[in-house]
Each structure stands twice: as C-alpha cells, then as structure tokens.
C-alpha cells in the first residue's frame, strides 16, 4: 500500500473491498463520469421518478449540487467504510420519506422510497457502470467475475428498500428485467427536457472558470455523444434523440484511448473528481491511492446491523409508512439510527 499523507484512511474495506468485482468496475474512470450520466439520463423514463424529480426541481435547478451528492452517495455505497454506508443509507430513506406526490399520466401517488423505484434506481447505475466499463474500459467481464458482480449488486440492493428477490443474479435476468419495465416507460414533454439537460451535464466536471470554457465545451461534446452512444435505439426514439453508427463507433474509439490515459494518472483521477464532485474526493482517495484501513476487513451487513442496531431499510420503509396512516410504530422505529454522513440537498 502506498503512503499518502494527504488521505484520510477509511476505517474498514465496508462490505466489498479490494476482491471484489464491483472495486474494480466502479474504480475505473468511466464510473464517474460517462456511466453516471448514463445512469441518470435513464432513470428519468421511468415515469414515477420522472414525476418526483419534476416535482423537486432539484436536477434542472441545481445540477451540480445534485451531481456532487448522488455520486458520493454511490461512491460511499461500494467503497466507504461499513459505518459510513450504514449512516448514508439510514439518510437516504429518511431523505426519500419527503418525497411523495401523485404521477401525473396515471394519476397514482409516487413514493421514492418505493421498493420498485428504488430497484429501477438501483439497477440502472448497476448496470450503466458496468456496461461503460466494457464498452469504454478494459472490456468484458470473465463469466465468473460476472457472476460475482451481480451477486455484488444484490448485496448492494439491501442498504436501500428493495426487495432482495427482485434483484438480477445475471446479465439475462437483468436483461428480463428491462424486458419487463419497457411498457411502463415514459416519455413526456418534461422527460425530454431533463434528458437533453442531463447530457450536457459534463460541463459540471469543469470549474466554471472563463479560461476553462473551451474545456467545459468539449466535455460536454464528448460524454453527450459518449452516453447516447450507450443508449439502446428504442430509448434514443423515446427522448427523440438521433446518433449516427458511425458517430457511435467513433466515439467508442475516442473515449477507449482517453480513459486509458486517464486510468494510468491517479493524479489525474484525484484532480477530475475533486472539481466534479468535491465530497467524493474523500471516499475514492483511500481506494485511488491504496491508502490501507485501519481495520482491513469485510463485514456482511447482516454483521454490521447486528453490531450497530440499525433497521434494515424495509423496516425503516415500514415505519415511514406506519406512522403516515396513524397506526402505532412497531419498537425497531423508537431507535433512532445513526447520525447523518450526507446531506442531501
């Protein structure tokens, strides 16, 4: 392990560390950037999600805000320490529990802390970082580390209010998922509108500087075209959006070689995340500089709820909603988690 004084260690490798699959996929460059805008831009046709993000206004309003803390919650996720993503998801669930309203097509009440919401959330990062990782990075997975990735992602499900047998084990059972959700997605006049404002959302990787707005330019460019090159053709049609093949294959090729280069420079990757997303910068650092924990070791989070006394985010759903309706809280409600990691503006 190298020695930089500068970095924070973690307390322990959380419950994936240094053997997992999902270190090495979400701990290259296109995690952060092209596969997280995928990621978002995706999420916004399914059409519960669609309203509350709407409703909040907090994409179209303050993109950057949103950007920082979605990605440190993702980073926290698959490399904080165990106490740090116990802390984020109990915040999650309770930040999630103010965010109801009624979806305006079907005229049914959306909740974000719905199981199927969650999991739709849950599975397009999943799945945008990894098929980034492939179509950008080092390429395929073997299938024994794409067997582990998925169970990987399972894991991951359990620190939000998803039902863990809902989750993919594999890549066909992910693909019979969007099978599945394909006639309940949606494309409104407002879906459109945040989709063209999330791909020209790489300009956010740049400082807001004068002399850096050429750079700011040619970001956007290149992930706008990079993430459209990612979207399959029925969900291009659905944002009206229209990319040549031959753009597509072009920017593959573009964005394979910077990726490259950017994956040799942990510089260079400390320097991107630190302007992009200020409060990732302390989860990826330990990982990007091999900063050792103090206690380097895995733990289940069967383990860790145990050891804390934390509800599993499906109880903390079921006392959300239990004290909604009126009814009395069952006793895992009176205890009050931990205290806030993130803030979740």
């Known amino acids: 392990m190298s020695n930089h004084n500068d970095v924070a260690p973690h307390q322990d490798y959380g419950f994936f560390g240094p053997d997992s699959v999902c270190w090495t996929v979400f701990g290259y460059p296109t995690a952060v950037s092209v596969a997280f805008q995928r990621t978002v831009v995706t999420e916004m046709f399914e059409p519960f999600l669609m309203a509350s993000v709407a409703d909040t206004g907090a994409v179209m309003k303050r993109p950057d805000v949103r950007y920082d803390r979605t990605l440190q919650y993702m980073a926290t996720l698959v490399f904080g320490d165990t106490r740090s993503v116990l802390q984020a998801s109990q915040v999650l ?10 979806e305006p097509i079907s005229g049914l009440r959306y909740d974000a802390n719905d199981p199927e919401a969650q999991l739709w959330i849950h599975l397009t990062a999943w799945h945008s970082v990894l098929l980034c990782y492939e179509k950008f990075g080092p390429g395929p997975l073997s299938p024994e580390q794409d067997r582990q990735y998925w169970a990987e992602c399972a894991r991951a499900a359990e620190f939000q209010t998803i039902d863990p047998a809902t989750v993919p084990r594999s890549r066909a059972q992910m693909r019979a998922y969007y099978d599945r959700m ?25 400082p807001d500087h004068r002399g850096l707005r050429p750079v700011a330019e040619v970001s956007r460019v290149l992930f706008r075209t990079a993430t459209i090159a990612t979207l399959p053709q029925w969900m291009r049609a659905m944002a009206g959006i229209q990319q040549s093949a031959r753009t597509d294959a072009a920017i593959t090729l573009v964005m394979r070689l910077m990726f490259r280069v950017v994956a040799k420079s942990v510089a260079a990757q400390r320097l991107i995340i630190r302007n992009a997303s200020p409060h990732t910068a302390p989860v990826l650092d330990p990982i990007l500089c091999e900063v050792a924990p103090v206690n380097p070791m895995v733990r289940t989070p069967e383990q860790a709820r145990a050891d804390y006394g934390l509800d599993t985010p499906a109880e903390q759903y079921a006392a959300i909603r239990a004290a909604r309706s009126g009814r009395p809280l069952p006793e895992h409600a009176a205890r009050d988690g931990a205290s806030p990691l993130l803030t979740f503006n």
């Open 182 to 206: 394909k006639p309940v997605l949606a494309a409104r006049v407002v879906t459109q509108e945040h989709v063209e404002h999330l791909l020209d959302g790489a300009r956010l990787m740049v």
């Open 93 to 102: 669930v309770k930040i999630h529990s103010k965010i109801t309203g009624i």
